[in-house]
DNA sequence: GTGGTCTAGACCACT
DNA sequence: GTGGTCTAGACCACT
C-alpha cells in the first residue's frame, strides 16, 4: 500500500495524510474520479484513529481536491489547476531541499527555517 | 526599543524572542560583550511573563550566543563562528522568502511548505 | 513504582529526574521504545509539579533519550550509543565514589571537590 | 597580583575567593602569620563587592585557615593539619581532572558528575 | 488524554 | 538587583 505516517514527525498526522493524497494525486497515481478508502478501511490500514482520516478528507474537500457522495464514498475531484502546477510545485520543493542542505551546513536551526517560512508567509499575505 | 514580539503570531513568544536577538546580534545592533537586559527589566517591556523571557536567554545560552553571571545579568558572548556566517544566513532567508512568494503564486500553503522543511530536515540528518 | 525524588537534595527535581530516567534505561529496567507515564501521571506519582516534569522531559529529548508524539506521549529512542557506553560510565561512578571517600577523610569539603570539576571541565573544553 | 577570580565561572565569587587562598597557602605562596590585604583593598584589586570578599574572609575564619585581630588585620593561622595534607589533596585533584577528561570521551555532561559527586558525598556523611 | 506554551507569583543564592 | 527553580493553573493543538 502507499499510504503512509511517520507518527514520530513533528507534523500533525492529519496534514501527513493531506499531503500525502495530494502528493499521490499531482503523480497521477491516484486519478480524477477515483475513489478512495473510507473513513474506517484507511483508519485501520495506517493505524490511525478515524478522527484523523476525518479530519484529512475535510480539509482536502475544502481545499477542492475530493468531493464525497452520500453512501457511495469519497471520490477525487478533476482538478486541472492543480496537476497543471505540478512541475512548478516540484521544482519549489526541489529547491527548498535546497536550502535546508545549505542551511545545515552554516548551523541554522530547523526551527530558524520554519520560523523564516512563517515571517515571510505574513509579509506576503499583507 | 528595538524588542518587539507579536502575541497573535503563531511562533511562540520565547522563540520569537531567540529569533530577534540573534537577529539584533548578526546585524551588529547588539555586541559581543554586551549586557541584555534583565529578564524582569525587558519582560516588563515588552510585556511577556519573566518565565518567558528566562526561557529563551536559556535556550540562547544552551545555543552560544549569551552567558549569565549569576547575580549580575546576562551578556553576549563573542560567537565569531556565527557573524562569519551572517552573509550566508541573509542570503538563505531572502531566496526562503522567494520560495514562499512563489509557492503563494501557485497556490501552495503554508503547511505543505513548513511541512517539506521538516520532511527535508529530516532526511538531511540521516 | 521506582521513579523517586528528594525535594531535600540541592539538586534541582527536574534533573534528579533526568538522572534516574537515564539510568532506569542504562541498568535495562526501562527499555527502548517503552512509553514513559504522561506527564501528568508521574507529576501526581512522585508529587511534582508537571511543569518540572516537562523540564525534564525536553531536556531529555534534547539529549536524545526519549522523543514525544504529539497526543500519544513520550517514548525512550534506541540510543545505543549510551547504552554501550554504560560500563565506563559505571567505573567513572564508582571511582568519583571513591575520591569522594578520600576526600572527606582529609577533610576537603563537597564544595571544593564540586569547584575542581567545573575547573577541569573548563580547562578540558578549551 | 595573584588573586583572581573568573565572573563568568558558575562558581561564586566568594568560593572562588576561598579556595584561592586556601589553594595559595597550601602552596606556601602565603605563609602562617602573614597578613592578608584588607577587604576594601583587595575588593578594589579584584573588582568584586566587598560583601563578597568579607564573605570569603568569615568562611575561611570558621575553616580555621585565617584570624581576624579588631583593628589590625586579618592574618593566616599556623593550619599543620591543612599543610600536612598537601599532597593528598593535590593526588585527589589531580585524579578528579582525570575522571573529568574520561567522562567527556563517553560524553558524560559536567551536570553528570556534578550530581554524582553530590549524591556520593550524601551517601557517605550518613 | 497527550505534550507545549504561557501567566502569576513565590522563594532562593549570589552580588 | 540578578538569574534559577518551582508551583498552580489556564489554554491550545493533536489524537
Redesign the pocket.
Given at each position: 500500500m502507499f499510504y503512509r505516517i511517520d507518527t514520530k514527525s513533528p507534523t500533525?498526522?492529519?496534514?501527513q495524510l493531506i499531503f500525502q493524497i495530494k502528493e499521490l494525486y499531482i503523480q497521477g497515481i491516484l486519478e480524477p474520479g477515483e475513489k478512495l478508502p473510507s473513513i474506517r478501511e484507511l483508519s485501520s490500514v495506517i493505524l490511525?484513529?478515524p478522527?484523523?482520516v476525518s479530519?484529512a478528507y475535510q480539509e482536502l474537500e475544502r481545499q477542492g481536491i475530493i468531493y464525497t457522495e452520500r453512501g457511495r464514498g469519497t471520490f477525487l475531484t478533476d482538478n486541472t489547476a492543480l496537476l497543471e502546477k505540478a512541475p512548478e510545485r516540484m521544482e519549489i520543493k526541489n529547491q527548498l531541499r535546497e536550502l535546508v542542505l545549505r542551511s545545515r551546513r552554516c548551523g541554522i536551526a530547523k526551527s530558524e527555517l520554519l520560523h523564516w517560512v512563517e515571517t515571510a508567509s505574513e509579509e506576503v499575505q499583507s
Open positions: 500533525p498526522l492529519y496534514e490511525v484513529n478522527n484523523t479530519k
